[in-house]
């Protein structure tokens, strides 16, 4: 119940195309769903979050969509860039829970130029 | 990486010897958290501290300990290290009533 799953382990779209990385949970206590973004070498860095109570979440690009009834959530980054090449993660935790985070396996990002 | 060292950055030790990393923040959070991270894994907690002298377990403590006697130093300690946990360590800071999470840069081990 604490999984979060996570799809496709690998993803490559070309400049300019549409990313789309899918979570799924299983715990309904998750009240908050991070989106980390890793480039190699480096630790993982906030990229994005969302709270249940709203269905989608903008910043620039980048934007998470949010079902609550399916437990499912994604993360779609517009007009994909080279620089956007990374692993990203998803992720979730629930208030009472230690602020513990819950990580999906990731996804590899490839966009070519 | 938000006020967050991690040493060493790289080691290479052999199986049986015993292995501290070091996590040092200055922001003065009151959570900490070590992760590992392995191909295939995505990121798995290992322990957290919730305050001076306060941790426990993570999903994947088996092997390891912690301590924790300053708000700003995390130590990891692989009392015996083994082959399998060769692998990337993190830590983290933060939490608290935002939830988010800040990564130190990481500590590559290699135990052989």
């Known amino acids: 119940q604490q999984q979060v799953k996570q799809s496709p382990q690998s993803l490559i779209v070309q400049k300019g195309g549409i990313s789309i990385i899918n979570c799924a949970y299983e715990?309904?206590?998750?009240?908050?769903f991070p989106w980390y973004q890793q480039f190699p070498g480096k630790g993982p860095a906030l990229l994005i979050a969302i709270r249940p109570d709203v269905s989608e979440k903008k910043e620039g690009r980048f934007t998470i969509s949010f079902n609550k009834s399916a437990k499912q959530f994604s993360l779609h980054i517009m007009d994909s860039q080279p620089g956007d090449s990374a692993t990203y993660f998803c992720?979730?935790?629930?208030?009472?829970?230690?602020?513990?985070?819950?990580f999906g396996k990731g996804t590899k990002l490839t966009v070519n130029p | 990486d938000a006020g967050i060292t991690q040493s060493p950055r790289h080691k290479v030790t052999e199986t049986g010897t015993p292995v501290t990393l070091r996590c040092h923040q200055t922001?003065?959070?009151?959570?900490m958290y070590w992760y590992r991270q392995d191909p295939g894994h995505g990121l798995r907690l290992i322990h957290y501290?919730?305050?001076?002298?306060?941790?426990d377990k993570g999903e994947v403590s088996d092997g390891y300990s912690v301590s924790r006697s300053k708000t700003e130093d995390f130590l990891l300690t692989l009392e015996s290290a083994t082959s399998s946990q060769t692998s990337v360590y993190f830590c983290?800071?933060?939490?608290?009533?935002?939830?988010?999470?800040?990564f130190g840069p990481g500590t590559r081990l290699t135990v052989l």
């Open positions: 983290a800071i933060g939490g608290l009533a935002g939830n988010e999470q800040f």
């Open positions: 501290s919730y305050g001076v002298k306060d941790t």
């Open positions: 922001e003065n959070h009151r959570y």
């Open positions: 715990n309904t206590a998750f009240d908050y």
């Open positions: 992720a979730a935790s629930w208030q009472g829970g230690s602020e513990k985070l819950v």
